[in-house]
């Protein structure tokens, strides 16, 4: 896009090693990560746009402060300050949610490289343009708004690397234990009830149709919870919840009639919930395709123990059917990237 001939005279004066600062304010990295408001601060009096790259940078007064190194080696939590003519920029925060996923890129370059465009007769009389001759090429999170007003918007900046008290991403990582919510998205566990969440047997075999080899399917088992029910011991039960886990499971360890009032997630006493220790060995009673193996009371009061079918469910075991699944090598399954359980298919 040509420019006029008052800037191209202007940056003809200017020395050819001189520097010009470009910023790129991207304001919304989540929702349009490609959308971005070009602008420079109208340094060395040049006040019209300039392109460079074949993009044009409009002139915004702009002020800066603490973007340099400090002598003791704490990371620069920089201020800029951006001119609001015309509310410009309040426009831009109101329709981005005042810059909440928005980050700023600061690229410092010598004249004698920016694009011929810039220049009389578009040639660039000190050299050969080359935009990818940058000095230096920063790019800063705007962490929070602190003043704006109809003459500038003031924003703290903060470097992408600068996390401290953050959790990444957005949750705390654990070795040893898995983090994911039992039943939830990452476990993508949803087999039958295998034992209390201290990792302890239930009182009761899980009897009916949740004990049998065939493949676990709780909508059509029937097995959800029940108002003015006889439930006996051992008999399953599940919950549907509004937030992940969307299903718990219990297991009946005392005969009673179900009511509002012993729900099981207000009365605990007729009830044992399904639950994992988070434990790679939980992890493992789960995912292996081998069999559960129950120990307790059965239904008729005597010492039982029953081993049942534990099925890979079919949401890990994808378009592959086989019993060849393996949970990945010293890992939790959701350690791991897969696409329909790529990480549990024998791949030797």
């Given at each position: 896009?040509?420019?006029?001939?008052?800037?191209?005279?202007?940056?003809?004066?200017?020395?050819?090693?001189?520097?010009?600062?470009?910023?790129?304010?991207?304001?919304?990295?989540?929702?349009?990560?490609?959308?971005?408001?070009?602008?420079?601060?109208?340094?060395l009096?040049?006040t019209?746009?300039?392109v460079?790259?074949?993009?044009?940078?409009?002139?915004?007064?702009?002020?800066?402060?603490?973007?340099?190194?400090?002598?003791f080696?704490?990371?620069?939590?920089?201020?800029?300050?951006?001119?609001?003519?015309?509310?410009?920029?309040?426009?831009?925060l109101?329709?981005?949610?005042?810059?909440?996923?928005?980050?700023?890129?600061?690229?410092?370059?010598?004249?004698?490289?920016?694009?011929?465009?810039?220049?009389?007769?578009?040639?660039?009389?000190?050299?050969?343009?080359?935009?990818?001759?940058e000095i230096?090429?920063?790019?800063?999170?705007?962490?929070?708004?602190?003043?704006?007003?109809?003459?500038?918007?003031?924003?703290?900046?903060?470097?992408?690397?600068?996390?401290e008290?953050?959790?990444?991403?957005?949750?705390?990582?654990?070795?040893?234990?898995?983090?994911w919510?039992?039943?939830?998205?990452g476990?993508?566990y949803?087999?039958?009830?295998?034992?209390?969440?201290?990792?302890?047997?239930?009182?009761?075999?899980?009897?009916?149709?949740?004990?049998t080899?065939?493949?676990?399917?709780?909508?059509?088992?029937?097995?959800?919870?029940?108002?003015?029910?006889?439930?006996?011991?051992?008999?399953?039960?599940?919950?549907?919840?509004?937030?992940?886990?969307?299903?718990?499971?219990?297991?009946?360890?005392?005969?009673?009639?179900?009511?509002?009032?012993?729900?099981?997630?207000?009365?605990?006493?007729?009830?044992?919930?399904?639950?994992?220790?988070?434990?790679?060995?939980?992890?493992?009673?789960?995912?292996v395709?081998?069999?559960?193996?129950?120990?307790?009371?059965?239904?008729?009061?005597?010492?039982?123990?029953?081993t049942?079918?534990?099925?890979?469910?079919?949401?890990?075991?994808?378009?592959?059917?086989?019993?060849?699944?393996?949970?990945?090598?010293?890992?939790?399954?959701?350690?791991?990237?897969?696409?329909?359980?790529?990480?549990?298919?024998?791949?030797?």
């Amino acid at each position: 896009m040509p420019i006029n001939d008052k800037i191209s005279r202007d940056l003809i004066d200017v020395e050819p090693t001189a520097i010009l600062e470009f910023y790129q304010l991207y304001a919304n990295t989540a929702g349009r990560p490609d959308d971005c408001f070009y602008f420079h601060p109208c340094s060395l009096g040049l006040t019209q746009q300039i392109v460079l790259n074949g993009k044009s940078y409009l002139p915004v007064a702009v002020e800066v402060e603490d973007f340099e190194t400090n002598v003791f080696n704490r990371i620069a939590r920089p201020r800029i300050r951006v001119g609001n003519q015309g509310l410009v920029i309040s426009d831009i925060l109101l329709k981005n949610n005042d810059f909440k996923y928005a980050k700023i890129v600061r690229k410092k370059i010598f004249i004698k490289y920016i694009d011929d465009v810039n220049f009389d007769g578009g040639v660039n009389p000190f050299g050969v343009a080359d935009p990818n001759a940058e000095i230096s090429s920063e790019t800063f999170v705007i962490s929070q708004k602190l003043q704006e007003n109809k003459n500038f918007v003031e924003f703290e900046l903060t470097a992408p690397f600068d996390l401290e008290n953050f959790n990444v991403p957005g949750r705390l990582v654990l070795g040893r234990y898995c983090y994911w919510q039992y039943r939830g998205v990452g476990c993508n566990y949803f087999g039958r009830p295998v034992c209390q969440e201290n990792d302890q047997q239930f009182t009761y075999i899980p009897t009916g149709n949740a004990a049998t080899g065939a493949a676990f399917d709780y909508n059509t088992l029937n097995l959800e919870w029940k108002d003015a029910t006889i439930y006996e011991p051992g008999s399953v039960a599940f919950v549907i919840t509004s937030k992940d886990p969307f299903v718990t499971f219990y297991v009946c360890k005392e005969q009673h009639v179900s009511s509002v009032n012993n729900h099981p997630s207000l009365d605990a006493s007729p009830w044992q919930k399904d639950g994992c220790s988070k434990l790679i060995s939980a992890c493992r009673k789960r995912f292996v395709n081998t069999g559960i193996y129950y120990s307790g009371q059965a239904p008729d009061n005597v010492t039982g123990q029953v081993t049942v079918s534990n099925l890979v469910p079919q949401s890990l075991a994808g378009e592959d059917k086989s019993s060849n699944f393996y949970l990945p090598f010293g890992g939790f399954p959701a350690t791991d990237k897969y696409s329909y359980g790529a990480s549990f298919r024998n791949r030797t």
